[in-house]
């Protein structure tokens, strides 16, 4: 087909799409993106122009540092658009950077009136921005996503229909609340926190207050020194922290718990699961080891974590060996997968002494070059059944073929290994 002919053919196809159709594309894509999509044939200039999903980033008004804003004037006439033709949306998002009082007014009135056409999904992003109490105390509300902004828990009690809460990079208030039980949010089934406080006491009668909460996220949060949770709803646990984690979980139908840090946690898990589970652990070292971590890696977390598929992932390790000796056990843990990275230090010894512990199927090992592969050939107790190389292209690895010359960008070795009765 000769290519003026594929064009117009193409062309003919994307006008007959149905406008659900267009629209459903369209909640795919940024507001920048769908603005350009809308340029494609008149059907999705229309569909654009009523689309039922807002977004507003000052970001993509290249003038907007000046102090003429065309991006408040383009949000502001286009939320009275939708008013005047009495159009509703389903979710709203808002992202600016300026902090001044004529910016805090407008991404007031835009939020406000975002959840008067009918807004059930928010994100907003604003520096110092004071949450109005038309979301803080909203009845129809499903997911809201805040960053940066300003919140009172005490006065969040937009309980009835809230599924999903994202709390980042933000000043929690905790006035009248930090005696009194603090949140509680009956229907709410994901909860991610990031860089917030959150105090020992936010974990107290957990069940109750969040009995339908099936995924916890916190990131790079503080405030808490120990935590202790029951939960019979919770599936997936995520903790990213730079200390080690302290906790008491009884979790029966846990399906995935993460743990990142550079301190091995101290678990205790009150009760086990019948289910199948995973386990993705990532540590990141700071100080030289020596066998002893090796023991304290297997007593405080590879043993908890026993009953599950663990993957492991050790970086930045330096090993130290200081000519002691970790004793082999008669069971040792059985990892789905063990990640070194290339920062780490990592020789046979430190193998050898890993493998008394613990039997990993797969070994990965990212590497900064081709030429330091891991040698794992004069090992024993285990047979090297395939050895597959990747290769970083353009931000993705990609199997690497055996025509393939050699690689100057970063690789990463896949060994799977089938270990002796």
């Not at 065309?70 to 008013?83: C, D, G, I, S, V």
């Not at 089934?189 to 009668?205: G, T």
């Not at 009995?211 to 916190?218: E, R």
């Not at 990532?282 to 020596?290: A, E, G, V």
Request: include cysteine.
């Amino acid at each position: 087909m000769e290519k003026g002919k594929r064009i117009e053919t193409v062309n003919g196809v994307i006008n007959l799409l149905p406008e659900d159709i267009i629209l459903h594309i369209q909640s795919f894509l940024t507001g920048r993106e769908a603005a350009r999509a809308a340029l494609l044939s008149k059907s999705w200039y229309n569909a654009w122009f009523t689309r039922p999903t807002l977004e507003f980033d000052e970001h993509d008004f290249k003038n907007y540092y000046l102090n003429s804003n065309p991006f408040e004037e383009f949000a502001t006439k286009t939320m009275q658009r939708y008013h005047d033709l009495n159009l509703k949306i389903t979710s709203f998002r808002l992202r600016t950077y300026k902090f001044t009082e004529k910016n805090k007014l407008v991404s007031h009135n835009l939020i406000v009136d975002a959840m008067k056409i009918g807004a059930t999904d928010l994100k907003i992003e604003l520096p110092f921005f004071e949450l109005p109490p038309e979301v803080l105390e909203s009845e129809t509300l499903v997911r809201l996503s805040v960053t940066r902004c300003n919140i009172n828990v005490g006065k969040l009690k937009c309980s009835r229909r809230l599924e999903s809460l994202s709390l980042s990079n933000l000043f929690i208030d905790y006035r009248d609340t930090i005696y009194s039980g603090i949140l509680t949010l009956a229907k709410l089934k994901c909860l991610f926190l990031e860089r917030v406080n959150v105090y020992n006491l936010f974990f107290s009668n957990f069940e109750s207050r969040f009995p339908c909460l099936k995924d916890l996220s916190l990131v790079e949060c503080q405030g808490y020194t120990r935590i202790e949770i029951d939960s019979t709803s919770l599936e997936r646990l995520t903790f990213v922290q730079q200390n080690a984690l302290k906790a008491v979980l009884d979790v029966p139908n846990i399906r995935k718990f993460s743990y990142t840090s550079y301190g091995l946690p101290s678990l205790s898990f009150k009760s086990a699961t019948s289910r199948e589970w995973e386990s993705d652990i990532s540590i990141n070292c700071r100080r030289l080891q020596s066998c002893s971590w090796i023991l304290s890696l297997k007593r405080r977390l590879l043993t908890k974590l026993s009953t599950s598929r663990i993957s492991l992932s050790l970086n930045r390790l330096r090993f130290k060996y200081d000519r002691s000796d970790v004793k082999a056990v008669a069971k040792p843990v059985v990892l789905e997968n063990l990640t070194i990275d290339s920062s780490s230090a990592f020789s046979s010894d430190l193998l050898l002494q890993l493998f008394k512990v613990c039997h990993p199927k797969f070994i990965t090992h990212r590497s900064k070059t081709e030429g330091d592969l891991l040698d794992v050939s004069n090992m024993s107790g285990f047979m090297v059944v395939k050895v597959e190389v990747y290769v970083m292209i353009c931000g993705e690895w990609r199997l690497k073929k055996p025509t393939d010359g050699a690689s100057t960008t970063p690789v990463k070795f896949c060994f799977q290994l089938r270990w002796g009765s």
